[in-house]
């Protein structure tokens, strides 16, 4: 199983971000998938989820009004679209699938992780 972050980057306070991940190596439509992040220092956090068919999302209070957690099945790829980005949202962010999703806001249940894309959020 691969899991491939991307479009990360430097974006000042207030503005706008979208992260892609394109999943290989497992049935993408079966899995549930989400979003993790790590601040420098810090321990990793659930950001957000989406079950299987794309019928539920959850995302973390930090988040939510903020940040649009979708799926294309057709391409394999969850998306993460963030905005009003702030300060604090600067971190390594990972993409992250699991069977059941609710497991996918504990850590250590995730099945399986990417290797991470950096934010950083000047203020």
């Known amino acids: 199983v691969q899991l491939v972050e991307s479009g990360g980057g430097l974006v000042q306070a207030g503005g706008s971000l979208r992260l892609s991940c394109a999943a290989s190596?497992?049935?993408?439509?079966?899995?549930?998938m989400g979003w993790f992040r790590q601040a420098p220092g810090k321990e990793r956090w659930f950001v957000a989820a989406i079950s299987w068919n794309g019928g539920s999302t959850y995302y973390s209070e930090s988040v939510e009004g903020r940040f649009t957690i979708s799926a294309d099945n057709a391409k394999n790829t969850v998306y993460l679209q963030m905005n009003s980005l702030k300060p604090e949202g600067t971190a390594v962010y990972y993409c992250?699938?699991?069977?059941?999703?609710?497991?996918?806001?504990?850590?250590?249940?995730?099945?399986?992780w990417g290797q991470g894309t950096q934010v950083t959020v000047s203020s």
């Open positions: 992250a699938a699991d069977n059941y999703y609710s497991d996918l806001i504990i850590e250590k249940n995730v099945d399986y």
């Open positions: 190596g497992l049935t993408f439509s079966t899995y549930a």
